[in-house]
């Protein structure tokens, strides 16, 4: 399929869509109870004053410009200002501990660190002689002072304009840093023709257009919002809210009115886990609706041809139920993008059946991320969908001695340049054609759908010799609304066993249900609660073999989150963490 956009690289797409979007909205951040917009061109002009800001420090071709932030506007303007230097942008999260910060720093050679607050300011203008190559912290917080501040490095630019240098689509336009769930981050090379081929990819194959808002929560220091959201919504015109606290998503969505939802699985299972509480409450005739508009969704979804009854059916919940729980959401939500791990069927059914059309997709930092994806009129719900325009998968049997499941190769010009400084790992994970290792295990159907079913790594052998995967159980546990999280573990021991954090809200409103009087701690000592969380998991582990299932398992009300070290940015589990913090607790379970 020929791609009607092709971008070389991040100077050339920023370029063109400022020029032709020039007026409208871009960013929308929000300050107390108002919504503030700024345009195309306003962004266009900030980025032209930061990027004459930052040759006044010295900043041209080969450097490295690094940022501590959430996403905002100005991390943006770096980014691009840094681009068209020929410099490469390194992001990294306000999460991560300072040693990390530091660590990165020095790995990649940064000769300036942008701050995103008086704190982290502090925290890294020390590194200054301590890592070589750092030589400024520019201050995003400060309106004069220190003398690398934001505002300051805009005036000088103001009155000392560089124009953008293009680079080589070879050249590394950004340094994105793995989540690190096991060691040192590592420092993903992606060239401007790695990211700039997945954007023209998405043009080929997407519906989006100018006419689309998100509302951007996915930080852009990981390579999913980076790519899929803050390149690709700004290469089509489109406009991003940014929400400022994940626990406030619902309520900003209602707020923007988003036409897209880009998130990852836990999210979804959030808005699935919302919306079946709020049935769960209303009458049984409403209920009885929804379930049969539900059914009927599914069988249009399938192709199949719809009576008249069901065809009106469909359209009265539509109006009645559906609509509703939509304007929740906003009410114009029309495609739900999920990315970063793999998404339960059963969730994206639902999200689907709602009438909001569900694109999934797969992809890893080292590809650009986009691998494949669902797309208009080629959606398989279940997979991950087909390969995008210019990459090709291999699906190799022998890595994993299986004669269907194989870890997954790539091929494309999104595999990325290589980690840096890391011969022995470029060793490990490159074929010798050129092909990307990706750990991941899965298959691809008849029809040429990409089903992913694990991590290679996270696969562990119990000690009757049968080897588990434990991601596909914890995504479907995880539906049940009294479970807010999960790990399975199990490696070397007779049966698997979990830590289970409990949803305590939703443990709470059933204790008193129940007229159990009991909270906090001493609610999920009650045996009672034993039973309704085992109960929770054998509805939940029902496809899944005897051998998969969680036997035991120990109740927290303490959720893996960043701060707790926990859940990495992307909010994928570091299991490594969370054993080392539960391990007395597992294991009990096998005395």
């Known amino acids: 399929m020929a791609s009607p956009v092709q971008f070389d690289t991040l100077v050339d797409l920023f370029e063109k869509s400022t020029e ?39 900043v041209g071709h080969g450097d490295r410009v690094s940022m501590v932030s959430n996403n905002r506007v100005e991390w943006a303007v770096a980014a691009y200002a840094t681009y068209g230097l020929g410099a490469a942008f390194v992001p990294m999260y306000e999460s991560q501990h300072e040693s990390e910060w530091e660590f990165i720093l020095r790995d990649c050679g940064a000769k300036i660190v942008i701050a995103a607050n008086e704190s982290i300011y502090d925290k890294l203008l020390p590194l200054v002689g301590k890592v070589p190559s750092l030589e400024h912290v520019v201050a995003l917080h400060a309106p004069e002072a220190p003398p690398c501040s934001y505002r300051e490095l805009l005036a000088k630019g103001a009155a000392s304009p560089v124009p953008a240098v293009h680079p080589s689509p070879d050249d590394t336009s950004c340094l994105i840093y793995t989540s690190g769930t096991t060691g040192n981050p590592k420092g993903v090379i992606l060239s401007h023709r790695n990211v700039a081929s997945n954007i023209s990819a998405v043009h080929a194959t997407f519906p989006f257009s100018d006419g689309d808002r998100s509302l951007s929560f996915l930080p852009w220091a990981h390579s999913f919002g980076h790519t899929c959201e803050l390149h690709c919504m700004l290469s089509m015109g489109a406009s991003m809210a940014i929400c400022d606290a994940v ?11 988003p036409t897209l939802l880009f998130s990852v699985p836990r999210i979804f299972n959030r808005l699935y886990a919302s919306v079946q509480k709020q049935m769960a409450d209303k009458p049984a005739p409403v209920r009885k609706l929804f379930e049969a508009g539900m059914r009927v969704a599914a069988k249009k979804r399938d192709g199949k041809p719809l009576s008249l ?5 469909l359209t009265v919940v539509d109006r009645v139920v559906f609509s509703k729980i939509r304007a929740k959401f906003g009410g114009r939500l029309k495609y739900a993008v999920s990315g970063g791990a793999a998404l339960a069927k059963e969730v994206a059914e639902f999200i689907d059946g709602l009438g909001i059309m569900v694109y999934e997709g797969y992809g890893l930092t080292e590809t650009s991320p986009i691998v494949t994806a669902n797309y ?32 997954i190769v790539v091929y494309g010009p999104n595999v990325m340049v290589g980690y840096h400084d890391r011969k022995e790992e470029n060793d490990a994970v490159f074929t010798a054609d050129g092909g990307f290792r990706t750990g991941d295990m899965g298959f691809v159907d008849d029809d040429g759908y990409l089903f992913i079913t694990g991590r290679i790594k996270e696969q562990y052998k119990l000690e009757n010799g049968k080897y588990v995967v ?8 995880k ?12 490696a070397n021991r007779p ?22 009087a009991k909270r906090g701690l001493d609610l999920l000592n009650d045996p009672r609660v034993g039973t309704l969380l085992k109960q929770e998991i054998e509805r939940h582990s029902g496809e899944f073999k005897g051998y998969e299932k969680v036997q035991r398992f120990t109740l927290t009300s303490e959720d893996f989150t960043q701060h707790n070290g926990m859940l990495t940015p992307s909010l994928k589990v570091k299991r490594r963490n969370v054993l080392a913090r539960f391990e007395a607790d597992l294991d009990r379970l096998y005395t």
């Open 20 to 58: 032709k979007y020039g007026p409208r909205e871009l960013f929308g951040t929000k300050s107390g109870s108002t919504w503030t917009w700024t345009t195309y061109a306003q962004v266009r002009k900030l980025v032209d004053d930061f990027r004459g800001g930052l040759a006044t420090l010295g």
């Open 247 to 257: 626990e406030r998503i619902i309520e900003q969505l209602a707020e923007v009115q």
């Open 309 to 313: 009854g069901e065809s009106l059916l």
């Open 376 to 407: 208009p009129d080629h959606r398989k719900i279940g997979s991950v969908g087909k390969t995008i325009t210019g990459v090709r998968v291999v699906i190799d049997k022998v890595a994993t001695g299986d004669a269907k499941h194989g870890e």
């Open 470 to 477: 434990p991601a596909p159980l914890e995504e479907q546990l």
């Open 479 to 490: 539906l049940s609304p009294f479970v807010a999280n999960v790990m399975i573990h199990g």
């Open 495 to 516: 049966y698997n066993v979990a830590v289970v954090v409990a949803e305590m809200d939703a443990l709470t409103r059933w204790a008193e249900g129940e007229n159990i």
